[in-house]
């Protein structure tokens, strides 16, 4: 079965640019995860769904950042506009259901440079 | 809120020596806590969890941890390292809202 896929694998743009990263769940999960790690903060949660709705979004950083989910496959986490700082690596996860019963699988995460 | 402690950044063991990473956790009620592995260019992947019951956890790849709640303690351990075992260690905890705290991670060097 095909896991978490995350695109891209690697952007680099100039700050001020809009970026959107996108994150396809294991089908048949019903809950998305979005993460983002720095050497600085290690790995934070930033947001994460249930059933296409979003239920904590205490860890996006800012209004900058931004993210949907329009359907049960697909998700997107934007950043407009883009600082420096957004540098990181972000990471999509999804499981079975927000219970602790059922561990989140992660995809191989965007690395995003921000020059 | 509950916080996770990785006391070591970097740890290098030579290839068939035993190998623990620290994981020290705050939390007031009994915590939901996990090991991850990340390889390079990779995501994260799950080596073992722990809920309740049995303070000796099994995972993946000849891994396991033990609770230690009197230590606030969940350290990872592997009798015998091999060179595919070098990667960066995460440990988290969680609570029942889902909310989770990973740790700064622990990058493993395994030498020849």
């Not at chain 1, 994150?23 to 019903?30: A, D, F, T």
């Not at chain 2, 950044?9 to 290839?15: F, L, N, P």
């Not at chain 2, 035993?18 to 939901?32: H, I």
């Not at chain 2, 806590?33 to 049995?54: A, E, I, R, T």
Request: glycine share 8%; aromatic share 12%.
């Amino acid at each position: 079965d095909a896991g978490v896929i995350q695109s891209p694998r690697h952007e680099v743009t100039e700050m001020g640019q809009e970026v959107t990263l996108r994150c396809k769940p294991i089908s048949g999960h019903n809950s998305l995860f979005w993460y983002r790690q720095t050497m600085m903060r290690g790995l934070e949660l930033l947001i994460y769904f249930n059933n296409n709705v979003p239920i904590d979004d205490s860890g996006m950083p800012e209004d900058r950042f931004s993210a949907k989910m329009p359907n049960a496959s697909f998700s997107t986490l934007k950043i407009q506009p883009s600082e420096p700082r957004d540098s990181a690596v972000y990471f999509c996860a999804s499981s079975l259901s927000t219970g602790f019963n059922q561990p989140q699988h992660f995809g191989d995460g965007t690395r995003l440079s921000i020059l | 809120a509950q916080s996770v402690t990785q006391p070591d950044i970097h740890i290098t063991v030579s290839e068939g020596a035993s190998l623990e990473l620290r994981c020290n956790y705050s939390y007031g009620a009994t915590p939901y806590l996990f090991w991850y592995v990340q390889s390079p260019g990779q995501g994260l992947q799950l080596l073992l969890k722990y809920f309740s019951g049995d303070t000796l956890v099994q995972g993946i790849k000849g891994f396991e941890a033990e609770f230690k709640r009197s230590q606030s303690s969940f350290n990872l351990r592997k009798p015998s390292v091999h060179w595919s075992d070098a990667a960066e260690y995460f440990c988290a905890v969680g609570d029942w809202n889902n909310d989770m705290r990973f740790g700064a991670g622990t990058r493993l060097t395994v030498k020849p």
